[in-house]
C-alpha cells in the first residue's frame, strides 16, 4: 500500500527553522515528483512546492520562495522541507502529496499533514 | 497567477439531491483541472483529474466536465458521507493554484 508520513512540525518562534519530512512507502521516489501543500487553520489549500521526478527541478510559491526548500534523499525515501524564517502566515497543517502515475500534478496520495504552529 | 474561483461557497442539501459545483478560471487550463473532497480532520481526496476523469475508487455518482475556463463537478445523488468541502485545483501553469472551496452542507 502506498503511504506517505509527515513528520517534524511543531510551535516555533517567528524567525525560526523547522524541517519537515515526509516518509514514504510502497513506492520508490526514483521517477516521481513530490509536492508540500500546506492548510492554515479553517482555511484553504495552498501549493508550497514540488520537486520534480528526476530531483533536478524545484518549484516554490512565490510566498515562500527564499524561505523554504524542497528536496529527497532516495536511499531513504524521504522528501524534505526545509522551512526558514518563519512567519505568522507559514502557520498551517503541512501536506506531502503524490500525483498519479502518469499525471504528477493529480494527487492521489497523501500523508496526514503535519501542524507547523509559528508564535511567541 | 491562474485564479480558480469556486461558486457557491456553500451549497445546502438533502441526501439524495443533485449538486453541481463551479470552477471559473482566470484565464484558460485547458482541460488540466483536478477535484479534491475533504473532510474535516482528513487529508484530500482525489475525485476528479484532467477535467472528468474519475480517480481510482471514486464512485460514478461522480461527475467532471467542462474545459477552458469554466468547470463543473456534479454529484449525482447525494449520499450522506458527501458532505464536505470540495475544491478545484489547476496545473497547468505555475504557481498551482487551488480554488477556495465549495462546503456542501445538510439541508
Known amino acids: 500500500e502506498v503511504q506517505l508520513l509527515e513528520s517534524g512540525g511543531g510551535l516555533i518562534q517567528p524567525g525560526g527553522s523547522l524541517r519537515l519530512s515526509c516518509a514514504a512507502s510502497g513506492f520508490t521516489f526514483n521517477n516521481q515528483a513530490m509536492t508540500w501543500v500546506r492548510q492554515p487553520p479553517g482555511k484553504g489549500l495552498y501549493w508550497v512546492s514540488t520537486?520534480?521526478?528526476?530531483?533536478?527541478?524545484?518549484y516554490y510559491a512565490e510566498a515562500v520562495k527564499g524561505r523554504f526548500t524542497i528536496s529527497r534523499d532516495i536511499s531513504k525515501n524521504t522528501l524534505y522541507l526545509d522551512v526558514n524564517s518563519l512567519r505568522a502566515e507559514d502557520t498551517a497543517v503541512y501536506y506531502c502529496a503524490k500525483g498519479l502515475a502518469t499525471r504528477w500534478y493529480a494527487f492521489e496520495v497523501w500523508g496526514q499533514g503535519t501542524v507547523v504552529t509559528v508564535s511567541s | 497567477e491562474i485564479v480558480l474561483t469556486q461558486s457557491p461557497a456553500t451549497l445546502s442539501l438533502s441526501p439524495g439531491e443533485r449538486a453541481t459545483l463551479s470552477c471559473r478560471a482566470s484565464q484558460s487550463v485547458d482541460n488540466q483541472l483536478a477535484w479534491y473532497q475533504q473532510k474535516p480532520g482528513q487529508a484530500p481526496r482525489l475525485l476528479i483529474h484532467d477535467a472528468s476523469n474519475r480517480a481510482t475508487g471514486i464512485p460514478a455518482r461522480f461527475s467532471g466536465s467542462g474545459s477552458g475556463t469554466d468547470f463543473t463537478l456534479t454529484i449525482s445523488s447525494l449520499d450522506p458521507e458527501d458532505f464536505a468541502v470540495y475544491y478545484c485545483q489547476q496545473p497547468h501553469r505555475w504557481p498551482l493554484t487551488f480554488g477556495g472551496g465549495t462546503k456542501v452542507e445538510i439541508k
Open positions: 520537486l520534480s521526478r528526476d530531483g533536478d527541478d524545484r
